[in-house]
């Protein structure tokens, strides 16, 4: 672990408009169709980069969370698309239904995550991933169980964060693989001071050199997709207690660039009229939610220029306003 002698970023809290950027642009697909068949669709697209033994990385929830991606739509997946893949997650670093592997499970069994096998990446250990170029961190800790797997297929509920302003595929990452005690407390914890004593900047900064040390180890056999649906400003860890949804359901995103996939997501939400977006903008905002985008782009983990490629009108290429032209105010 490096010293906290260094400093974090700054900027988190502005949104970078798409013509102040530069570089090269990376393929996003894109779908409104938000369904089990939809997100088979959209899978096809980056199905490529997946061999071998495949991990299912997404946020399976606390008990009756209200928000998390539909099972129907993982099962049918799985059944259809990657027979044999296995559901990970990592215990929880706060006390509740998902503290222990124990109590994990038996939420898992509440949620209905019964048709594939869910594997806590923790339940026998930890192992230490390098975390190439960063400044917080030489190495993350993560569940031992990783290692275990050839691919990753980072499944996300996009969604807003108490403390990243947004969840995207950086959050389901970072967090969720960085074990329950060791890895997520390098990231959220400051020595001597309280559990969740590191916020801003400097958190999305930790958060995301988590992320960069589960990327690097999978190199080119990982691959991302954000469900924008549901889009509390609450995490699936809040659960029932999740703020309610006033955001719009927008589609799902995929692509085999990270950066990528979460900027078009944000792009997107950005893209909403100023009242749709309200709730989950001021989120990202006020949390400096920003600088996971600016800091992936540092340390070289994707593009936040992008193609936007519309697989509902035979994957031609269009902007962002164009993808939300006809989104409906969200009704449950």
Known sequence: ??????????????????????????????????????????????????????????????KNGPNIIPRPWVKALIE?????????????????????????????????????????????????????????FTEMSVGKGLLAYDSLLALTHFKGHVMGGFGGSDKNIGIGCADGRIGKAMIHTRKGEGQWSISGEEFMERMTESTKSVVDHFATKIAFINVLRNMSVSCDCEGVAAAPVVTPNIGIVASLDILAADQASVDLVMALSAKDRAALAERMSSRHGFRQLSYMKELGMGNDRYRLLDLDHGGKPIEVKEAVADVKPFSA
Do not use: C
């Open 1 to 62: 672990m490096k010293s906290n002698a260094v400093q974090p970023g700054t900027g988190g809290e502005r949104y970078l408009p798409y013509a102040e950027r530069k570089g090269a642009e990376s393929d996003v697909w894109f779908t409104r169709d938000l369904s089990a068949q939809g997100l088979q669709t959209i899978f096809a697209k980056v199905a490529s980069a997946l061999s071998g033994k495949v991990a299912i990385k997404l946020h399976t929830g606390e």
């Open 80 to 136: 259809q698309n990657l027979p044999g893949a296995s559901i990970v997650e990592t215990n929880a670093y706060y006390e509740g239904d998902r503290y222990t592997t124990e109590q994990h499970r038996k939420t898992l069994k509440v949620n209905g995550w019964t048709f594939a096998p869910v594997d806590i990446l923790d339940e026998h250990g930890t192992a230490m991933l390098p975390v190439k170029g960063g400044k917080w």
